[in-house]
């Protein structure tokens, strides 16, 4: 590792985690790499990474995380590979991919994210602000006519399943989820459907809010109660809510049903668009684990 790449790269566990990761992330971005000695494509990737971080000099850090060190970290992520990537921003995860990337496809995965340092590109952010929002319907049947001209652009199919879902068509999304290549089945877009799809998925069949409300009333440590509320919430009107019934099961019965709540809560974080509220419940929910 160069000098220059070190000032930007650094060595992640949980005691530096929610400092160096969680809250320095609210002003500048934070790549973390899991990965591991024994691995192969890991010390590909590696390198990569840092000679990108000296490059893009202080536009992002690059934080390195043993998983056999640190596998308390890995298991808050979901890893279940390596080496897997996850883009950090204003606390919450922004997007990630699993595997050794040539450098071309790095770059291009970092210009989604990151600004240029010298601003170039605003005007075009500015005009993106003033073009006219396109609702879930227009969305499906723009995407469904490229489909039908371009048939093997699995990217397109992808589109169409969120699309779907924000349109709240969820078995149609699913169908279309299902069916996408695996290399798109990892992407960050498509493990949030997924997360969103799992979570509407708990409340077939679930008790109203109001009899899970006084279920929990009347004993407060009806988990299974409490974390069906905390789905109703957080997909209704109030995600904070929600959220916060996961935190009493992680804080009082974090072992309960397999460590439900911490799933439930790293599920959630994938289905939020506020940046600001996820943030701050991660950092609830690494205070309690660590």
């Given amino acids: 590792m160069t000098d220059t790449a070190t000032t930007h790269v650094f060595d992640v566990d949980p005691t530096n985690f929610e400092t160096d990761v969680l809250q320095a992330s609210q002003a500048t971005p934070v790549l973390v790499d899991f990965w591991a000695t024994w691995c192969g494509p890991c010390k590909t990737l590696g390198p990569m990474l840092e000679k990108l971080a000296a490059e893009y000099n202080g536009a992002f850090r690059l934080a390195k995380v043993d998983v056999d060190k640190n596998q308390e970290l890995a298991g808050m992520f979901g890893i279940r590979s390596i080496p897997t990537v996850m883009l950090v921003k204003n606390g919450e995860i922004a997007d990630g991919f699993s595997g050794a990337l040539p450098e071309g496809q790095l770059r291009e995965f970092l210009s989604r994210h990151l600004q240029p340092l010298d601003g170039a590109g605003d005007e075009d952010a500015a005009d993106a602000v003033e073009a006219p929002a396109e609702t879930p319907e227009q969305a499906i049947n723009r995407l469904q006519q490229a489909i039908a001209t371009e048939p ?15 349109a709240g068509q969820s078995d149609a999304a699913e169908t279309e989820l299902n069916a996408l290549p695996a290399n798109l089945a990892t992407d960050a877009r498509a493990v949030r459907l997924r997360s969103q799809l799992e979570l509407a998925s708990t409340l077939k069949n679930a008790p109203t809010l109001a009899e899970l ?78």
Avoid: C, H
């Fill in 213 to 290: 409300q006084q279920r929990v009333q009347t004993d407060a440590t009806d988990w299974e109660a409490r974390d069906l509320l905390g789905v109703r919430l957080l997909l209704g009107d109030e995600p904070a809510t929600g959220l916060d019934q996961f935190l009493v099961i992680l804080e009082k019965a974090r072992d309960w049903n397999d460590g439900a709540a911490k799933k439930r809560l790293l599920a959630a974080f994938n289905t939020l668009d506020d940046a600001e509220l996820v943030g701050r419940y991660r950092r609830r929910m690494a205070s309690l684990l660590f």
């Fill in 152 to 166: 093997d652009r699995a990217e397109l199919k992808l589109d169409l399943a969120l699309a779907l879902m924000q």
